[in-house]
């Protein structure tokens, strides 16, 4: 079976490909990119017209939450990695907060089987950093890197202690797989529920500091400096945290940052009438922060854009704000809120879009995706980037439907998303 993708425009930084051509799949492979010739065309190839669109390499989300297993309620691996293909996501690698929490050999392995069943996208389990993440005990890692795990992370949560997270990256070292650091100083925190600011106050709700990411943000770059060993922080949502690991590139400490959609687009107003699906950890930041958080990402300090995908059930966040549930449903919203807050208004180039959401990510998860290298697996996502359209949480292919993003209107269309060479989009519509 062949696929014969037409005209469309091919962005790979990775190949130096900038520029209108064709792409020929066979058996599932990218074999050919260049101008190719209609004389293949026969009854046993599928032929793509892409003229007038971006072809891409397939995203690839450093960060989700798939809740499959224990919280199938709500998301699961099939509705999970179908929310991901609606979104133009080929590959995503899944943290560990699940029940059981994946911190052994059997939930990865687990996790790797039910998606080779029932997932629709590549799926990269990230094990757990430490037993039960009660940052107590180091889960056997080279274990859970044996059986498939990408990275080590207790996100959700952090590593209380400083001492088992120099551990964590010693250990990570000697089995080749990253850590991935959840910042969040607990004291300090507090049990806030969102920032601390003009919002909260206003709202009459406790606020998290700022101070407790930056201060964990801190810690963790200097045990990567004193270990050597290479360390990513997830969702970075504030300036004095992005100036921290500029500082830290600038020393030449191995550092690598993602944020989230949510921290470059909205600021803590978006609570404001106690709107839960705005509640997210770390919180959404001050104007300043958003402001900071693109200088990032315009310079190269943040390395990726990762979808923190945390899909909950309506009952966990249609209650009172200080008890809802944090976290939102972010597949199908990600690529769309890049274009239309990054892209469009110059911040991003397209090229330095598919670095951020394809190359980085898998090149940080050592997932050899990403690209549009010949002989590598076919998974391209085909997107138009002008053609505008209204968020419609209904529509969600995800089991859950909280997203602050709820009719907004953004420009960039997922229409077709191929994974392995299979179609899995096919003109804007899920198969
Ligand atoms: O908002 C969040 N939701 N932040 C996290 O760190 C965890 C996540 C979840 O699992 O729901
Ligand atoms: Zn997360």
Redesign the pocket.
């Given at each position: 079976m062949r696929v014969l993708i037409k005209g469309g425009y091919v962005i790979d930084p990775k190949t130096n490909t900038d520029g209108v051509n064709d792409i020929l799949i066979e058996d599932g492979i990218i074999t050919e990119i260049g101008n190719i010739s209609d004389e293949l065309v026969d009854l046993n190839c599928d032929v793509i017209d892409a003229k007038g669109k971006y072809v891409l390499p397939g995203l690839v989300d450093a960060h989700c939450?798939l809740?499959d297993p224990g919280f199938e309620y709500k998301e699961d691996i099939e509705s999970g990695t179908r929310s991901a293909a609606a979104g133009g996501f080929t590959s995503i690698a899944c943290?560990p907060?699940t029940n059981p929490v994946a911190d052994n050999e059997s939930v990865i392995r687990y996790i790797i089987n039910k998606a080779k069943q029932d997932g629709v996208v590549n799926v990269y389990p990230i094990g757990a950093i430490s037993k039960g993440q009660k940052g107590e005990e180091l889960s056997e890692i080279g274990e859970l890197k044996f059986a498939g795990a990408v990275a080590i992370s207790d996100?959700?949560?952090p590593l209380k202690s400083a001492s088992l997270m120099k551990r964590a990256l010693e250990y990570s070292s000697m089995f080749d797989i990253t850590v991935i650091s959840?910042c969040?100083e607990m004291d300090i925190a507090d049990e806030g529920v969102m920032n601390e600011g003009y919002w909260s106050t206003i709202m009459g709700l406790k606020g998290i500091p700022s101070a407790a990411e930056e201060i964990m943000v801190a810690r963790e770059l200097i045990l990567a400096e004193y270990t050597k060993v290479p360390i990513h922080i997830?969702?970075v949502s504030t300036e004095l945290s992005v100036d921290l690991i500029r500082h830290a590139k600038k020393r030449g400490v191995k550092v690598t940052c993602e944020t989230c959609p949510h921290y470059f687009v909205l600021t803590d107003e978006a609570c404001a009438g106690f709107n839960t699906y705005a509640?997210?950890?770390?919180p959404l930041r001050a104007k300043k922060d958003v402001e900071a958080i693109i200088e990032g990402l315009k310079d190269g300090t943040i390395d990726v854009i990762a979808t923190?995908h945390?899909?909950?059930h309506e009952d966990e966040k249609n209650i009172e704000f200080s008890l809802a549930?944090?976290?939102?449903a972010g597949f199908e919203t990600a690529f769309p809120l890049a274009v239309t807050y990054l892209v469009k208004p110059g911040h991003l180039t397209m090229s330095q879009l598919v670095e951020k959401m394809c190359i980085n990510p898998s090149k940080i998860l050592g997932l050899n995706k990403g690209s549009l290298e010949i002989g590598r697996n076919a998974d391209i996502t085909i997107v138009d980037i002008d053609e505008e359209f209204v968020v419609d949480v209904k529509k969600f292919k995800s089991k859950a439907r909280n997203s602050p993003f709820n009719g907004f209107k953004l420009k960039g269309t997922v229409y077709y998303t191929i994974v392995n060479g299979k179609v899995v989009v096919r003109e804007k519509v899920l198969l």
């Open positions: 939450h809740r943290m907060n996100d959700g949560k959840h969040e997830a969702h509640k997210v950890n770390p923190d945390a899909p909950h549930a944090n976290g939102i």
